[in-house]
């Protein structure tokens, strides 16, 4: 069996991976916050460990991985947006506008994540789903002594675990000097952090043994992670910036609710994006979502390749220079691998780099090396270990013929036509893309032509 070793976060060290249960290996990671589209940061990890879930499945077989990541569906900024529809005239309780807000993201978020390729888990557990679990888990962990209820607040007491920092390798002292911890009156001490907090009126609010109110976000993960994976389970992955204080608070509440219990043994942390050398900022105007990117017809699969040409723990810079150069790369060897099929495994060299802490940059040197030596059907097999070279990812090879100039040309006839209130010309030049197998698409927007399956380009000499 291929041996995998990963970079554990807890224990500093790159490590031989050994599951619990090698019948089942468990995997939980963060998802998003569903408020807002995926920024391109946020694709990063479930790009990567979409990988690391892929390598797992060819290692130990694909019925034996259960991938859970949560959707974090309550949250400040969720609350913030359904409140301001409602101000605005928008129809519905502030619950009902809250859920069609998520629903909203949350299938944003499937599009984009599938434009990635990337495989959708075996579980995405919502955080409403699960309050009952979470109230359940807060009970325990204040009758247990680690937590305590104070004006409609549930609150962790940190120095109760005393582990609390290991994860980030802080003492709880440095943390209080160093951090914006927050000092309110119903803490005891100012590290302690909210499990479960008061809604007033116009938010939204569950009952629980300490009056109507939401949990806190740290509480969620851990709650759902016992539930769907059990108290101890293999690896926990996640972005760097998520380690303190979030993973380190959902390891004080899992190593305290379930003292017996490992929680994750494995802490996969990958490090942050930027954009052209430059954090990503709104404020710097290079802030750009995954589904900004498609829009601009850059396809997913160069999105994903580019995503992978860095190793996980190391910054990635996601350069327009780069997407180009994927581009092309995934250009040439689409050409190669036309018409043939994969060799029946992956090349080993690819999968050697990938069990070796999810080298993904090595994994992509060995794809140029066997293109190089022109074996397609090895080339094919491995890279689809990596998910490129899909039959899914690619639709952009044979993107369909540029329509724009018809497009432009139709809009301005279709202003014409609103204005004279004739519109044979819109209509004859409609009938005639019609006849060449062009499905035209009349919007407020504008004009969208898309060549269907008949379509005919001699034709369109015609329109
Ligand atoms: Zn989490």
């Given at each position: ?10 224990t ?9 249960d ?8 963060c998802?998003p916050?569903?408020?807002d ?10 790009v ?8 797992l ?13 949560n ?6 900024k969720?609350?913030a ?7 605005a ?16 993201t ?30 359940a888990?807060?009970?325990t ?13 549930a ?35 100012p ?12 938010l ?24 769907l ?16 204080p979030?993973?380190e ?10 003292p ?30 995954v ?15 580019v995503?992978l040409?860095t ?30 099929d ?5 090349a080993?060299a ?5 069990a ?7 994994a992509i ?13 090895l080339?094919l097999?491995s890279?689809?270990l ?5 039959d ?27 204005a004279s ?5 819109v ?20 004009v ?12 369109l000499?015609?329109?």
């Amino acid at each position: 069996m291929v041996e995998i070793r990963l970079t554990n976060t807890k224990t500093r060290g790159k490590e031989a991976f050994a599951p619990i249960d090698p019948q089942n290996v468990r995997l939980y990671m963060c998802g998003p916050t569903v408020y807002d589209r995926a920024h391109l940061g946020n694709a990063r990890p479930v790009v990567v460990i979409d990988v690391l879930v892929a390598l797992l499945r060819h290692v130990y077989g694909a019925d034996h991985v259960t991938y859970v990541r949560n959707f974090t569906d309550v949250d400040d900024k969720i609350n913030a947006t359904a409140l301001s529809r409602q101000q605005a005239g928008a129809p519905g309780t502030l619950e009902e506008l809250i859920r069609e807000r998520t629903q909203e993201t949350i299938g944003w978020y499937h599009a984009d994540m599938d434009a990635l390729g990337a495989a959708r888990p075996d579980h995405e557990p919502r955080a409403t789903d699960y309050i009952a679990q979470m109230i359940a888990m807060i009970e325990t962990l204040i009758a247990d002594g680690h937590a305590y209820a104070r004006d409609g607040h549930a609150l962790f007491r940190v120095r109760s675990y005393k582990d609390y920092g290991k994860l980030s390798g802080r003492s709880v002292d440095d943390m209080i000097a160093g951090a914006r911890v927050e000092v309110a009156p119903f803490k005891e001490d100012p590290m302690d952090f909210v499990l479960w907090k008061p809604s007033d009126a116009e938010l939204p609010g569950w009952d629980s043994p300490w009056g109507r109110g939401r949990p806190g976000w740290h509480i969620e993960c851990s709650a759902m992670s016992y539930e769907l994976l059990g108290e101890s389970f293999d690896i926990h992955a996640g972005g760097i910036d998520l380690q303190f204080p979030h993973h380190e608070n959902e390891i004080a509440q899992s190593a305290c609710a379930h003292p017996h219990g490992d929680f994750a043994r494995v802490w996969l942390h990958n490090e942050m994006l930027q954009v052209e050398g430059k954090k990503m900022a709104k404020s710097l105007g290079n802030f750009f979502t995954v589904r900004d990117l498609l829009d601009k017809r850059v396809p997913g699969e160069v999105i994903r390749f580019v995503l992978l040409s860095t190793h996980y723990r190391k910054p990635m810079d996601w350069t327009a220079d780069k997407a180009r150069e994927a581009e092309a790369v995934l250009h040439k060897w689409r050409g190669l691998v036309a018409g043939i099929d994969p060799a029946p495994s992956p090349a080993p060299a690819v999968i050697a780099a990938l069990a070796d802490d999810l080298n993904t940059a090595g994994a992509i040197a060995a794809l140029h090396e066997i293109a190089g030596q022109g074996d397609a059907a090895l080339l094919l097999a491995s890279a689809r270990l990596l998910g490129l070279l899909t039959d899914e990812l690619g639709d952009w090879i044979v993107a369909g013929p540029d329509l724009s100039a018809l497009a432009d040309r139709m809009t301005e006839l279709r202003q014409a036509a609103k204005a004279s209130k004739d519109f044979s010309a819109v209509d004859a030049m409609k009938q005639k893309l019609t006849d060449a197998g062009v499905e035209v698409r009349m919007t407020a927007a504008g004009v969208e032509l898309l060549a269907g399956p008949g379509f005919d380009a001699g034709k369109l000499e015609r329109v």
